[in-house]
Structures are given as structure tokens and as C-alpha cells.
């Protein structure tokens, strides 16, 4: 109760209900959405997830990685090779996979702290060791190297639930994802409001002044990098048994560690919901755009012949640039603003 | 009047109107027995950074109607899926095809998408044939409703070896030495490795002296060709993408490195803007690559229906093999007569088609829905065409071997 307490707290009354409706809403998602509308929904929280973990460092530490991907392929990579060598189920392999995930981020925490290596300058380092574990991994046989890693599905696994195994129906994988995607934001709320997450905003206002007044910066820096490699681990984990294929180039590619950052920023950086309202405005804008093509198409206001392959990421891509214009502390401080959704002086 | 028109509809009429079109539209009628038409999901990449190649696919998909409806196949009803170069997206619009209603999927190039796609159409049982993905494991996993007539990475390697063997001999022309040139991705560096491992077993006649890998998004490769030059392998062997095969190609003559021959295993030096950026100086380069065979009545169709739709373009192995899964899917429909899931699975087992595009005998799933051997040719450029020069059995043109020297031209 206290937790949800907590987590409720920043919340006006309209917020409230806007967001009881939202759940129930989304917890009903797979009785009224089609197979399609559901895997979308997964990739939405999958991806709130990830970007909670990114905002965790940015947007409250002050930290600016743009590897994050090295880390939710570790957790799944992990994950995957324990269930598939020695059959640990995930439900227990989450805990070496995650661990895995949270040393390199250790690693690469202390190497940049140690040296003081911050602002772009750890961003690079960042993305040095993703491209590095990526490399490794190209040239690792019993990881499946450049060929991918592949776990083994059949009809039967899209049945039931096993948790366990994560082996079950594509509800079950939503309803995972959207339990783990609201822990998230929920221990992110209970680390804002705990004194690490005073200690982290002082850090990332003022670092001088943080360290001035006693805060040791290596270390709560370090719990930073800790938690969040570690969100993002458990991320991996989720990605590995839901798609069941992993290819190096794909997993490590910089192109997901930017992708994990868009929701955070179109949402708001540094703010609770930001990372969840902006994957919830970015992922379903691609969508709609393409049905509002295909809609175009099928009422002939475009002739259906005409291929407009592409489009839609060039309409997506100009949304996102007048989102960051306009917008550019992120739409959810400014949508909380307008519909009043948190309550006055309360962060969202 | 208008509130007795409004009225004449009552709520509940209304919503349970609703509810019924809802549950409808959910519920596609994948089942129906006897169909006249099948709807195929086609899913390829046709934005991001492999469109080009998700467009060249399609085209083939576009004339097959045509020229299948000619030859008395059944009707198809296309609905396109696209990709977008990601893993993720194709398996969400796997997901959507289906939902659409598509009966079996066509797809979807790269083997990454692929098999993200393969997942999603073996948990819902509903047939997917493979255009294009060379992954060995996507036909090793058990999967019993993927179907793939494209060669797997082991055999176009294989195969590369075998063709060069052939040309060897027949040319009398046999280079002893080889330098091979690679792109620094997972495509490249996966081929080039299977290469380098491979060269012994094979027991070649040449060293590979030098392996040089580049940048996947370097521009200018005047030090990639020095090393080559300083190397003096009498051949290049290249494992490129078509910007890089182009700057090489340039480079190569701009440093005057004179060689033996160029081979490629890949895209990028058979293709259209290739071929039209270097001119003469693309001629003679040969591609060992899956290819189509002219030599086939439906291939000579397939051309003269893509000349017409598609005027001053080529056809190269992402036209044929799509075309080709096409053409799986109507035959199997044809003999299945119903676009029930499983009638359509058992059509494809039994698929015995020896009038396809590409070369090969034929087209024959084995247990594991791989036709056990595709194999692959050896494509030669002149004059702006790309001609099959090997194996015998499906070669327009005798190879040119030593390529003519850049000065010569």
C-alpha cells in the first residue's frame, strides 16, 4: 500500500482517474486488441522500460550513456545461453544475466568516474564497449557468433503460461513486460523521493557543489550505473525470450541504444512518466501513421498503386523533430501542465 | 423524421451490430475450405537502410500474377508488410499480416527479420516461404511451417569454391595467390571468415596472402587498395555492399592494380547502380552469387513481363527468388485447393516444381522445409549485363578469364 502510495502521490485527482482508466484500459488491451495491436503494446513497455533505465542515469544522475543497448544484450545474451546450455530458466538466470550486466556497468562507471571522464566523453565510452562487447560477441562460436543465438519455439510455447521457462502466450510476455515496465516506475519514483535520489539531483545539478557538501560522487554515481545497468539487464532477459533470436549487430547496434533514449526525451528527461508517455506517444505515432496511409489509400484520396514505402518514417521523423523544437523539456511536463495531472509543485 | 430515423436503430441494436462486425474482422475465415483466391502477406524491408533491396523484391512479386495467371495458376490477393530493416518490426508485422487475413507469408530478405518472422508464422501455424535468408539455423530448428528455397551461407561458399575450380580449369588461367577484400559488418566478416576456413578445405590452388577489412561506411579506400597492391595477389576477392564495391572499383583504377580477375561473393558489384557508375570498368568482374537461369521457360516469362512493367532495370537474385516463393505459394494452392493452414502446409511438402526462375533442378522441400541443394552461379559483367557464365548447364556466355586489363578498355 505504501508503495502505491508513493507512487500515487504526485498524481492530482484528474491524473488519478486518467490514469485508472489508462490501466484498466491496458489491462483489457488483449481482450479488445488484435495479435498485432498487442505485440506493438509489448514493444511500447518493452521500450519504457529501457528508457526508464536510461533516464534513471540522465535524467536524474546526470549521466549521459548512449550504450545502453550493451547492457540489455548482456542480460539477454546471458540469459539465454544459461537456458539454452544448461536449461537455467530465466525466472533464475535473470539473477547472473542481471548481475553480468550491472559489473560492466561497473566497469565502465569506474573507468569514467576513476578518470573523470564525463559529459560526451562517457557517452563515448559508452558506446566503445557496446561496439567492443559487440565485436566479442561476432567472434564467440557457442554464442552463435555473427550467425545469431537462437532459442527454439514451437506451437506449443504460445499456449499457457510458464513463467518459469518464460515460455507462454503473447499475453502472458504483455502482461510481463507491463508488470515490469510499472515496477520500474515505480522504484524509480521510490528512488527519486529517497535520499539517493536527492543525492543523485544534487549530483547532477551541481557536481561541485554536491561534492562540496560531502556527497561522494564516485559512489552514487556508481549506484547509478548499478541500477540502471540493471534495469536494462532485466530488459535483455524479457528481449531474449520474446524474440528468441539474437544477432550481435542487431542487439549491440547503437541504433537501440538510441532508441532507448527517444521516449525519454520526446516524454521528458528527468521525469517519472516522461519515459513512458514519450515510447507511448513515439511507437503507436508509427503505426497510426502508416494505417492513416493505408486509410488514405483505401478511401482512393491516394491511388492505392502509389508504394509510399519510407513515409512513414519521414512523417514519424518530422513529428519528432517539431516534438524536440517546441517541446523541448518533453511533452510530459507540458501535457501535466495543460491537464493538470500532477499536483502543484509535485514532480511527474 | 430524424429522431424516428435514429431511433429506428436502437443502442443495443447498434452495439451489438458492432460487437458482431468486431468479432468478425477478428476472426478471419483463414479456414475456408474451397477458395478461388489466397491472400499473401509479403513482407520485406521497404524502408530503412535495406529498401532498395525490399523494392527490388517486390518487383518480382509484382509480375508474378501476371505471368502465373497466364500459365493458369490460380489468383492471388497481395498484402504488404514492411519491415523497416528492424527485427522487432517484423515480427509486429508478421503479427499484423495475419491478423489481415494472409493466409501464408513471402519474406522477408534478411535473415534476422526473417527469422523473427518465422516465429511468429510457426506459433500461428500459417506457412511461411522465405524469399531470401541465408542463415543455416532458420531451416535446423525444427520449425515444421518455414519453407526456404534460397541457399544456405554454407552452400553459396561452397558452391563459390566449385564454380572457381570450374573456371580455373576451363580458362587454364589459375591464380596462386588471392587477396581478399571484406566489409567490417556481420555479413562481411561471418563470409569472409567461412572463406578464409574454408580455402583449405576446398583445396584451392591459391593462398588468400592478405585478408583486409574496411569500414562499412568508409568512403575513400586509397589505403584498403594499397594494401592490395603492396600484397601482389594475382586476384581480389571481394565481400563488399554497392557504395564500397563502387569506390574500390574506382580506387582499383586509379592505382592501376592490374589482376588475374575480381570475384565478389555478395551484393554491391552485380548491381544496376554498380554497373552504371563504373561503366567499362565493372565489365569482366564475376559475381558467384544465386542467380536466375534464362535457361528456364518461366525465367525467359518472368523477363519479358518484368521488361515490360519495369523498362531499363535488371533482374538480379532478389527479383528471381522472390518470384520463385511466389510461385511456391500458387503451386502449392493450385494442388491444395483450399487456403486452409494445413492443406497448404501438406501442398508445400510435397512441392515438386522443376519450371522455376533460378538455377537449380528444381524446387523439392526436404523434412526440414529446405530444398536440400540451391545452387548458385557464376555472374559475369559485360556491356552493362550481368551474364551467367557457370555452371555449364545454366551459362549464356563463356567467362572472360583474365579479366581484360583497365588500360585495354
Known amino acids: 500500500m505504501k508503495a502505491i502510495d508513493l507512487f500515487l502521490s504526485p498524481l492530482s485527482a484528474a491524473g488519478r482517474w486518467l490514469g485508472a482508466v489508462l490501466l484498466v484500459v491496458l489491462l483489457l488491451l488483449p481482450y479488445w486488441g488484435s495479435s498485432y495491436v498487442m505485440t506493438v503494446a509489448t514493444t511500447v513497455f518493452y521500450l519504457a522500460l529501457v528508457g526508464q533505465s536510461w533516464n534513471l542515469m540522465l535524467g536524474f544522475a546526470g549521466l549521459l550513456s548512449i550504450g545502453h543497448a550493451l547492457f540489455v544484450g548482456v542480460g539477454a545474451y546471458a540469459s539465454a545461453y544459461l537456458f539454452s546450455a544448461i536449461g537455467l530458466p530465466p525466472a533464475i538466470g535473470v539473477v547472473p544475466a542481471v548481475a553480468l550486466a550491472v559489473l560492466i556497468g561497473l566497469l565502465i562507471g569506474y573507468l569514467g568516474f576513476r578518470f573523470a571522464i564525463g559529459g560526451v566523453y562517457f557517452a563515448l565510452l559508452t558506446i566503445a564497449f557496446a561496439e567492443f562487447v559487440r565485436i566479442v560477441v561476432d567472434h564467440v562460436p557457442w554464442l552463435g557468433a555473427t550467425e545469431g543465438f537462437f532459442l527454439k519455439v514451437s506451437a506449443a510455447d504460445r499456449h499457457g503460461i510458464d513463467l518459469a521457462n518464460l515460455r507462454g502466450a503473447p499475453e502472458m510476455y504483455y502482461y510481463l513486460i507491463m508488470a515490469l515496465a510499472l515496477g520500474a516506475l515505480v522504484l524509480c519514483r521510490y528512488l527519486l523521493r529517497s535520499r539517493l535520489g536527492y543525492y543523485w539531483q544534487a549530483i547532477r545539478d551541481d557536481p561541485e557543489a554536491a561534492e562540496a557538501l560531502g556527497i561522494n560522487l564516485l559512489r552514487y554515481r556508481m549506484y547509478a550505473v548499478a541500477i540502471s545497468s540493471g534495469m536494462a539487464g532485466v530488459a535483455g532477459v524479457f528481449y531474449a525470450f520474446y524474440q528468441n533470436s539474437l544477432f550481435p549487430e542487431i542487439v549491440f547496434n547503437i541504433e537501440r541504444s538510441i532508441e532507448a533514449t527517444l521516449g525519454s526525451i520526446v516524454g521528458g528527461v528527468g521525469t517519472l512518466f516522461g519515459p513512458i508517455f514519450g515510447t507511448f506517444i513515439l511507437t503507436p505515432l508509427g503505426e497510426f501513421v502508416t494505417e492513416g496511409i493505408d486509410l488514405l489509400k483505401h478511401w482512393r484520396v491516394i491511388d492505392p498503386e502509389t508504394k509510399l514505402d519510407g513515409l512513414k518514417l519521414l512523417v514519424w521523423s518530422f513529428i519528432v523533430v517539431l516534438i524536440v523544437l517546441f517541446k523541448p523539456t518533453g511533452l510530459w511536463p507540458w501535457v501535466c501542465h495543460r491537464l493538470r495531472l500532477t499536483r502543484p509543485g509535485a514532480e511527474g | ?409
Not at chain 2, 77 to 82: A, K, M, N
Not at chain 2, 166 to 195: I, M, R, Y
Not at chain 2, 203 to 213: L, R, S, T
Open chain 2, 1 to 409: 423524421m430524424k429522431s424516428r430515423m435514429t431511433s429506428a436503430v436502437s443502442r443495443r441494436t447498434l452495439l451489438a451490430g458492432v460487437g458482431a462486425s468486431a468479432l468478425a474482422a477478428s476472426v478471419p475465415l483463414r479456414h475456408g475450405l474451397a477458395a478461388s483466391k489466397i491472400k499473401v502477406g509479403i513482407l520485406l524491408p521497404r524502408s530503412g537502410p535495406q529498401a532498395q533491396i525490399g523494392i527490388d523484391c517486390q518487383r518480382g512479386a509484382d509480375v508474378a500474377p501476371e505471368v502465373l495467371g497466364a500459365m493458369g495458376y490460380p489468383e492471388m490477393e497481395y498484402i504488404l508488410g514492411d519491415t523497416e530493416t528492424k527485427v522487432d518490426v517484423a515480427r509486429a508485422q508478421a503479427e499484423k499480416l495475419i491478423d489481415a487475413g494472409a493466409h501464408v507469408i513471402v519474406g522477408a530478405f534478411d535473415s534476422g527479420q526473417t527469422m523473427a518472422a518465422a516465429q511468429v508464422c510457426e506459433q500461428k501455424n500459417i506457412p511461411l516461404v522465405v524469399n531470401i535468408a541465408a542463415v543455416t539455423k532458420l531451416t535446423e530448428l525444427g520449425y515444421k511451417w518455414v519453407f526456404r528455397n534460397f541457399p544456405t551461407g554454407p552452400m553459396i561458399v561452397g558452391d563459390a569454391f566449385k564454380n572457381q575450380k570450374t573456371l580455373f580449369a576451363e580458362s587454364g588461367a589459375t591464380p596462386k595467390s588471392v587477396a581478399l577484400l571484406h566489409v567490417n559488418d556481420t555479413f562481411g566478416t561471418s563470409l569472409s571468415g567461412a572463406l578464409m576456413a574454408l580455402t583449405p578445405k576446398f583445396k584451392m590452388p591459391y593462398k588468400i596472402v592478405e585478408k583486409i577489412p574496411y569500414d562499412p561506411y568508409g568512403r575513400d579506400f586509397s589505403a584498403e587498395v594499397r594494401k592490395v597492391k603492396a600484397a601482389k595477389p594475382e586476384a581480389l576477392w571481394a565481400v563488399s555492399r554497392l557504395n564500397d564495391a563502387i569506390a574500390i572499383t574506382k580506387e582499383l583504377v586509379r592505382q592501376r592494380v592490374d589482376l588475374m580477375g575480381i570475384l565478389s561473393t555478395g551484393p554491391g558489384w552485380y548491381e544496376d547502380p554498380y554497373l552504371q557508375a563504373t561503366g567499362k570498368y565493372g565489365d569482366d568482374v564475376i559475381s558467384l552469387v544465386p542467380w536466375v537461369d534464362y535457361k528456364k521457360e518461366m525465367a525467359r516469362r518472368m523477363r519479358d513481363a518484368y521488361r515490360k512493367k519495369f523498362p531499363g532495370r535488371s533482374i538480379t537474385s532478389n527479383q528471381g527468388y522472390t518470384f520463385d516463393a511466389v510461385l511456391i505459394v500458387a503451386d502449392a494452392f493450385k494442388r491444395a485447393g483450399s487456403t486452409k493452414n494445413t492443406d497448404l502446409q501438406a501442398a508445400l511438402r510435397t512441392t515438386d516444381i522443376t519450371n522455376n526462375t533460378t538455377i537449380g533442378e528444381g524446387i523439392r522441400f526436404n523434412e526440414k522445409g529446405q530444398v536440400p541443394h540451391v545452387p548458385c552461379g557464376a555472374v559475369q559483367n559485360r556491356d552493362g549485363k550481368q551474364l551467367v557464365v557457370l555452371p555449364k548447364f545454366a551459362a549464356v556466355a563463356e567467362p572472360i578469364w583474365p579479366m581484360r586489363p583497365w588500360r585495354e578498355r
